[in-house]
């Protein structure tokens, strides 16, 4: 495969890792050396992923896959891409409102699927019981704990 000048990945180390089913850690080195194998010297990377923007609760990790160790700091991540070819040229964290306004998107999308469907729909009580726990999992759960980090790469 021959090199690129750019690539972007957001929200997706998943792809390397183990399945998200396993309820592992997240396998940030194995996505870092992927994507640095995709660039030549000199290309660029946006790489935005899931960090601990504060110290995991009980109450994040159980809304979560229940493991503290399931994602890094943003410091933890600058310094693995660091030792793993790249120079940082950027880093960026999103805000709450931010991350605010990207989960209450998603949940929005599962109250507007309510609103046109039947209350009787045969996935009705599903979709309601998805909207519920994400709803509870988010605002009781992982809400000013978990974030999102953005980093500007170089590969050297």
């Given at each position: ?8 990945c ?16 997240l396998?940030?080195?194995?996505a ?29 990790t ?14 933890e ?10 120079t ?13 306004n ?22 009705a ?10 709803r ?21």
């Amino acid at each position: 495969m021959q090199a690129t000048d750019a690539v972007v990945c957001i929200g997706a180390s998943q792809v390397w890792g183990p399945p998200v089913e396993a309820a592992q850690p997240l396998d940030y080195l194995a996505a870092v050396i992927a994507l640095r194998d995709l660039l030549r010297r000199g290309g660029r990377l946006v790489y935005g992923e899931a960090v601990w923007c504060s110290a995991p609760t009980p109450e994040a990790t159980a809304a979560l896959s229940g493991r503290d160790d399931e994602f890094l700091t943003a410091d933890e991540l600058v310094h693995l891409v660091r030792m793993n070819g790249f120079t940082v040229s950027g880093v960026d964290l999103a805000s709450q409102d931010e991350w605010d306004n990207f989960e209450s998107g998603y949940m929005r999308r599962l109250e507007r699927w309510l609103a046109t469907h039947p209350a009787d729909h045969s996935d009705a009580a599903e979709v309601r019981k998805q909207l519920l726990d994400q709803r509870a999992r988010y605002l009781d759960g992982y809400r000013g704990v978990l974030g999102m980090a953005y980093l500007t790469l170089v590969a050297a």
